[in-house]
């Protein structure tokens, strides 16, 4: 009972930053949100006793991928940049049917009814199983290494390619 409550406190709260994430006009805001919705997520990890990939997720987005973020940011000076917010009748008609989607999915999933099993315990006793069989690294780097090792290498490239891209945009010409 107590872990379907925590868990469904850390989903609320990861939606809830999600949402104020992307409604910040400050980016150093938004990415201060992004941290918390990060935070929610390793928090439901934990819930899932997935603790590597919890510990994961705070260390390398929660940290390197944020701090570098925030780096960028303040780079190239954005904290101070005025933009419009999707704001209107328009943005107001799209996110209020995007909420009541989400609270009819949210609705659905808590009156469902006994017979439905709580998606924490099926997803909890996979991963269970899974590290029965292998150790928890190996749940996370077997799939990386060998599946979506191609993604991998792009992921890293892009990243590289992102790098390069800020430091010849923030750098200023020297009269």
């Known amino acids: ?8 406190a850390f989903a609320a709260s990861a939606i809830l930053g999600a949402v104020l ?6 980016p150093v805001a938004a990415v201060i949100f992004l941290v918390a919705v990060f935070f929610a997520t390793s ?9 590597y990939i919890a510990a994961i997720n705070v260390i390398l987005y929660g940290g390197a991928i944020m701090v570098l973020f925030l780096f960028v940011i ?5 904290g101070h940049a005025e933009w419009r917010d999707l704001r209107g009748p328009i943005g107001g008609l799209v996110g209020g049917s995007i909420a009541i989607a989400f609270l009819g999915v949210l609705t659905r999933l808590f009156v469902g009814g006994a017979e439905a099993q709580p998606a924490v315990e099926i997803a909890g006793n996979a991963l269970r199983a899974a590290a029965a069989e292998q150790s928890v690294i190996g749940i996370v780097a077997r799939p990386l290494f060998q599946e979506y090792v191609i993604v991998l290498e792009v992921t890293g490239v892009l990243l590289l390619a992102s790098i390069v891209g800020t430091i010849h945009l923030a750098r200023r010409e020297r009269t």
């Open 1 to 8: 009972m107590i872990q379907d409550f925590l868990f469904q």
């Open 21 to 26: 994430m992307v409604t910040r006009r400050n």
């Open 43 to 51: 928090g439901m990890f934990l819930m899932l006793d997935a603790h």
């Open 74 to 78: 303040m780079l190239l000076n954005l």
